[in-house]
């Protein structure tokens, strides 16, 4: 098969400098890049401001070593932690420990994906300013409660579920068994 080199061609039209749309958007009105960015651009966005240092020190290759590498030893730390964790019940010989371990991670998840929440919210608000990022960060926290909230009314729900069908259940096998204080089949 035969590679064929693309030409793509990208018009803009809208070459309005100092507006919010443009060309020119990534350069000031004397022709040179934008090197400061605003402290809280630099807060809300370190993964892509320290990727972007990365990639003027190095070179293409070595970046994505280093990023590969990165990568690999984030996911191996949080597999052996998980491994970890999980194998406490088992070896305590407490599968109730293990429950209460489980539920004690799922809270700092659930309190930190509130937190994820606000700062992805800030971080797409701040285009329209500090005022922008703050009405994001309240949107986004405020997000990542309701759907933890319906998370959690559904495990309500299920439980009283659970318990309505023990319940039948009990009462079933009760009158099945024939129990009453007449018959003396307490067992």
Known sequence: M???NLKIIVYDGGKMKG????SDDSKDGGGKKKKDKSLLYKVLNYNSTIKDKMKQAVSP???????????????????AINY?????GRSSGDSNYQAIVNRKIEKVTDV????QGALGGAAAGAAFGGIGAAVGAVVGAA????SLAFKYAERERAYAHEMFEQSNSQAYQLARANYSALTGRVR
């Open 112 to 115: 930190l994906s509130i937190g």
């Open 143 to 146: 997000s990542s409660g309701i």
């Open 84 to 88: 970890f964790v999980s194998d406490i």
């Open 2 to 4: 035969a590679l064929h």
């Open 19 to 22: 507006g919010l749309f443009g």
């Open 61 to 79: 290759t070595t970046f994505f070593a280093i990023q590969a590498g990165v990568n690999l030893a984030v996911q191996t730390g949080r597999e």
